[in-house]
């Protein structure tokens, strides 16, 4: 069982930035990977991004360029750096993980709302 703490959400005006983290109860060295989902009121949960134990990420299209996902194994933590946010970003967003022996655990999400 993994539990994830996160934080970091708020109302900004479009422009705007924000830093969201998660601190997850396991070692991030026993995790696969980490990242960030997110549903607009009336969607589907969406992919934002994620980050492996390697490093490496991976970001929705919409997204790219604009949001930064990081990791800080010493703290067991993931963030997502959201910059130039626009109106369409308004979702909770919900932090990720996906252990090595194939399990995913949600957080209970964090509201993230963009003003035009």
């Known amino acids: 069982q993994v539990q994830l703490v996160e934080s970091g959400g708020g109302l900004v005006q479009a422009g705007g930035s924000l830093r969201l983290s998660c601190a997850a109860s396991r070692s991030s060295s026993s995790l696969n990977a980490m990242g960030w989902y997110r549903q607009a009121p009336g969607k589907q949960r969406e992919f934002v991004a994620a980050?492996?134990?390697?490093?490496?990420?991976n970001y929705a299209d919409s997204v790219k360029g604009r949001f930064t996902c990081s990791r800080d194994n010493a703290k067991n933590t993931v963030y997502l750096q959201l910059n130039s946010l626009k109106p369409d970003d308004t979702a909770v967003y919900y932090c990720?993980?996906?252990?090595?022996?194939?399990?995913?655990?949600w957080g209970q999400g964090t509201q993230v709302t963009v003003s035009s």
């Open positions: 980050i492996a134990s390697s490093g490496s990420t």
């Open positions: 990720w993980v996906l252990t090595r022996g194939g399990a995913n655990y």
